[in-house]
Nanobody, 126 residues
């Protein structure tokens, strides 16, 4: 059974940092596209960052590029999202997801994805 469990969310002041983790069980990250998505109140869910399954390249939505970093530790089967210089507009529920389909380039920023975590709340106070 595939399971994804996010952690690391919380309340932080603007300009601060958080690191989200997504621990996986039931599969190996090395075989999947990996994505971090977020959904703010009243808004559609958007892809924030991802690792493409075709070449393990990393990609970011413009609003977080230069501030967020996605990484994976295959030995721990865990993916991270380091978030620096946080802004109030980063407030959202953050989800990690994995997809078995082969993805290329920024395609990994788009849904659909096969499996999703339960989400973790990130709140940035201004």
């Amino acid at each position: 059974e595939v399971q994804l469990v996010e952690s690391g969310g919380g309340l932080v002041q603007a300009g601060g940092s958080l690191r989200l983790s997504c621990a996986a069980s039931g599969f190996s990250y090395a075989d999947y596209a990996i994505g971090w998505f977020r959904q703010a109140p009243g808004k559609e869910r958007e892809g924030v960052s991802c690792i493409s399954s075709s070449d393990y390249s990393t990609h970011y939505v413009d609003s977080v590029r230069g501030r967020f970093t996605i990484s994976s530790d295959n030995a721990k089967n865990t993916v991270y999202l380091q978030m620096n210089s946080l802004k109030a507009e980063d407030t959202a529920v953050y989800y990690c997801a994995v997809d078995r389909a082969k993805t290329y380039g920024t395609g990994c920023l788009r849904e659909p994805y096969d499996y999703w975590g339960q989400g973790t709340q990130v709140t940035v106070s201004s």
